[in-house]
């Protein structure tokens, strides 16, 4: 195993692009964008000299025949096609305790719904949204005082300090364990749309308040009030 297509984003992203270099691999970078409270893949490439792209990633645009694609903090979903090219088989890794969770704002809907613990999941890629074979998984408690910032990049600094051993595992072949149950799936943008409902409990109010504190994004709301702990609620 050599050549490794990246796909990520964010503070993660650069770290496993740091983990990919220092294993020695020739890597080729598909990202986004950041903003300016992220961290910049873009910026750590132009610095090590990484030859990345912001454009899609397609069967199309592939620089090489990947020997391993490897997806991190990546917003895109990969086609089927792009999946097949790569030699070993290619992954993920998930904000969640998979099957639990799927899909977008994993941390923050386990928040949420009073859960008390939640984890990562490395897993293959397949055509089926985060329903591959799982590689790894390891459980992070969620703390009464977790706010959605400080929840989130625990679960992802953790889950980096994996990647070694996880990529060890793919380049022998290892085919995992299939993921059990039907689990749960949430799609993209703000839970509840970030509204307070005044019906629930004082206990959801502040866990829900909690679950939405990401600076600088906006905070739980009522009307057109942003409210940063329950004292504020009338």
Known sequence: MKDIILCGYNWSGCKALQILLKNKFNVYVYTHKSNYYESDLISYCEEKKINYTTEKISYKNLPFKPDLIVSISY???????????STYKPFNLHPSLLPMYKGCSSVTWAIINGEKKIGFSYHYMTGKLDAGNIIFQKEIDIEDYDLQVTLYYRVMF????????????VKNKY????????????SRGAPFDGKINKNWSIKKINTF????????????????KFIKNKSEIK
């Open 209 to 224: 308040i909690r679950a939405m504190i990401f600076p600088p994004r906006p905070l739980a709301k009522i009307g057109n």
């Open 158 to 169: 953790i889950s980096l300090m994996y990647l070694e051993n996880v990529l060890k595992k």
């Open 75 to 85: 917003k895109f979903k990969i086609s089927e096609e792009v999946l097949n090219a």
């Open 175 to 186: 085919t995992g364990k299939k993921q059990i149950g039907k689990g749960t799936y949430y």
